[in-house]
Nanobody, 121 residues
């Protein structure tokens, strides 16, 4: 069982930056792809970004490509999401996930509790 704990969310003005962190309990952290999904009020949960176990492969949603960067530190069992040039439409709860490399919710077996990101205009 992998436990995921997100941190780093908060309130930021449009154009600002935040870095989300996701700490995992699993010693075999590097065997899992890590990713981020988000869900805004009244909307479906959507894919944001994913990174392979080695960190060599990444995929981003079109809506965040060029603004967000996913990374991981396998020595620290931690994944990150650097978010720059934030927009009000980025406001959502952000969920860290662990599982198989992919862009579908079905690829990920483990989910964190989520951290709120609010971007004011």
């Amino acid at each position: 069982q992998v436990q995921l704990v997100e941190s780093g969310g908060g309130l930021v003005q449009a154009g600002g930056s935040l870095r989300l962190s996701c700490a995992a309990s699993e010693r075999t952290f590097s065997t899992y792809a890590m990713g981020w999904f988000r869900q805004a009020p009244g909307k479906e949960r959507e894919f944001v970004a994913t990174i392979s176990g080695t960190g060599q492969r990444t995929v981003y949603a079109d809506s965040v490509n060029g603004r967000f960067t996913i990374s991981r530190d396998n020595a620290k069992n931690t994944a990150y999401l650097q978010m720059n040039s934030l927009k009000p439409e980025d406001t959502a709860s952000y969920f860290c996930v662990a599982g198989r490399y992919g862009t579908s919710r079905l690829d990920y077996e483990y989910w964190g509790q989520g951290t709120q990101v609010t971007v004011s205009s």
